[in-house]
């Protein structure tokens, strides 16, 4: 694979994981060095100052983010302040469920309750300030998302529990998830029995 291929599959890569992704992660998923990684980003970086792209790349150690350039700040800054004046999509009200009713949860388990990609949709709820991200105490090349206490405070109760149908909301989403997983796992039995052609 020549630069230019690793370039575009890097580029490509940082740009779908929209939040701060590892170099140890991005190597292992191209098969390169680290430092092959660093090297490409800061190539890809100048192409973006020299072509006055509205795209950079932040660095920082360990991690590489893909940004709007600092002169469209305010263009976006305008977006945010849009995005906050509407009401909240029917998407970001099934993210805010799953995280309110289920605590903290990480990207990956919210995708998997509601089977597609919740990264636009935490974005909203983020900017809103009606949850709050952390490091994922079990891995920190990720992070858990919850309720804000803004959140909280704004539903008139003192902790999560006191929501409506609670128990049973929680076993509902407990069920959904197993039985995703049960569908899942019988669809690659299914997949591996089927004989070659």
């Known amino acids: 694979m020549n630069e230019e291929n690793k370039k575009n599959q890097l580029e490509s890569l940082i740009f779908a994981a929209t939040e701060p992704i590892s170099y140890k992660k991005l190597a292992k998923l191209l098969d390169l060095k680290v430092q092959e990684i660093k090297e490409l980003t800061e190539k890809i970086n100048n192409q973006y100052k020299e072509s006055n792209s509205g795209l950079r790349l932040t660095f920082n150690d360990s991690e590489v983010q893909m940004v709007t350039s600092p002169e469209n700040s305010e263009i976006v800054n305008e977006l945010?302040?849009?995005?906050?004046?509407?009401?909240?999509?029917l998407a970001a009200l099934e993210t805010l469920a799953i995280i309110i009713y289920k605590g903290s949860q990480r990207k990956v388990d919210i995708d998997f309750i509601r089977g597609v990609n919740s990264v636009y949709t935490l974005r909203t709820l983020l900017i809103r300030g009606l949850i709050e991200r952390e490091s994922d105490p079990q891995d920190?090349?990720?992070?858990?998302?919850?309720?804000?206490?803004?959140?909280?405070?704004?539903l008139g109760i003192s902790n999560t529990k006191e929501l409506?149908?609670?128990?049973?909301?929680?076993?509902?989403?407990?069920?959904?998830?197993?039985?995703?997983?049960?569908?899942?796992?019988?669809?690659k039995q299914d997949t591996i029995k089927q004989p070659n052609d």
């Open 140 to 154: 920190a090349r990720s992070f858990v998302y919850k309720p804000s206490l803004e959140l909280i405070k704004k």
């Open 80 to 89: 945010t302040k849009s995005d906050l004046k509407e009401d909240l999509s």
């Open 164 to 187: 409506p149908n609670y128990e049973e909301i929680v076993k509902k989403l407990d069920e959904i998830k197993q039985e995703t997983l049960r569908v899942q796992t019988e669809f």
